[in-house]
């Protein structure tokens, strides 16, 4: 079985929803085409709820590697569109390592378990990182 996506745009962004189980070979192309898909739509925010996703729980060098591609793909895009990515443990991480290797890559992105929190930043007034 694959993981399913589906793209709705909204007025102030784009909302991904996933499902299925994790494969990073799936998920790598499945960012690119997130981004695309705001970018078309002229959205500069992203909410890829990925609570539909279910085990293997990924491994730290796949959390690094899916983190990594993130940043890629968001610096290739002008303007830079954020991203929430709302999801459960242990998709994400406890400690968020995805969202730090993100960052440290240049990524706007947050990690969240609760959706509220997650729009709440994604389209808050002050956009800050």
């Not at 303007?79 to 290797?101: C, D, M, N, S, T």
């Not at 990524?107 to 800050?128: C, H, Q």
């Amino acid at each position: 079985m694959s993981i399913e996506f589906r793209a709705s745009t909204l007025a102030d962004h784009v909302r991904i929803e996933m499902s299925g189980p994790f494969s990073l070979d799936e998920v790598l192309p499945l960012c690119d085409r997130c981004f695309e898909l705001a970018a078309e739509a002229g959205r500069d925010a992203m909410l890829v709820d990925a609570r539909g996703v279910t085990g293997p729980e990924p491994t730290m060098a796949e959390r690094y590697t899916w983190a990594v591609r993130i940043a890629e793909a968001q610096a290739r895009r002008q303007p830079r569109i954020r991203v929430a990515l709302l999801g459960r443990e242990p998709l994400l991480h406890p400690e968020r390592f995805g969202e730090i290797v993100a960052a440290r890559h240049g990524a706007i992105a947050r990690t969240f378990t609760d959706e509220g929190l997650a729009l709440a930043w994604l389209l808050g007034a002050k956009r800050d990182p």
